[in-house]
């Protein structure tokens, strides 16, 4: 049994990606590199497919322990990643919105500032955000230009934005939306073809 198959393997872990998916190009043609004669012999190509099966299996091993050390590539390495920085575990979530926490946390480290709400802000939506101060009122406001509509794992990025702002301010949101000008290019047939909700964030076929 394998690494992957037995502490790592999708069975526990594989949420939206298959871990240990193995293709052939991962296992090496032994026999090339034995002489001509053993070619024909059923029982050496037999022996030498099985470790070559082995040494494939061997090489995803390698690779998805390699993968474990950087956010975008990390499955069942994310546990690790969490426990660092002091993220609780939910292993109900896919991979995505746990990586976007993790990143969202490196980035909040430190003191403060409009710039990290920002960054964080961006790490979460996946788009161009703006962070407008009131400081005479105490309060600020996100607003999430670069992606339409309210962005994934909000929940996730107000947690993480209650961790790293300062206790006294205040927030609010604004989301960005299709203008009626941009919706003049559809028909009436393409238009009721779409939910209010699609229209909200139509940016074209």
Not at 21 to 36: F, G, I, S, V
Not at 44 to 53: D, F, G
Not at 101 to 110: D, E, H, M, P, S
Not at 198 to 205: A, I, P, S, T
Request: aromatic fraction near 14%; glycine fraction near 6%.
């Amino acid at each position: 049994m394998s690494f992957s198959d037995s502490l790592y393997g999708a069975n526990q872990y594989g949420v939206n990606e298959t871990d240990t998916a193995q293709t052939n190009d991962e296992n090496p043609d032994l026999m090339k590199y034995l002489p001509a004669y053993y070619h024909e012999i059923l029982d050496m190509r037999c022996i030498q497919e099985s470790l070559s099966a082995d040494i494939g299996k061997l090489n995803i091993d390698i690779r998805l322990c390699i993968d474990q050390f950087f956010i975008d590539t990390a499955t069942w390495g994310l546990d690790f990643w969490e426990r660092v920085f002091g993220i609780s575990t939910d292993r109900t979530k896919s991979y995505e919105p746990r990586r976007e926490v993790i990143k969202a946390k490196i980035r909040g480290a430190g003191t403060t500032t409009k710039e990290m709400i920002r960054t964080t802000a961006m790490a979460f939506s996946g788009g161009e955000v703006n962070v407008i101060d009131y400081p005479t009122e105490y309060r600020f406001e996100v607003q999430f230009v670069g992606v339409k509509g309210i962005p994934q794992n909000m929940a996730g990025f107000i947690a993480m934005l209650e961790e790293i702002k300062p206790a006294h301010l205040t927030y609010s949101f604004k989301y960005t939306y299709t203008t009626w000008d941009n919706l003049k290019i559809l028909t009436w047939q393409q238009v009721h073809s779409k939910t209010w909700n699609q229209l909200k964030v139509y940016e074209g076929e």
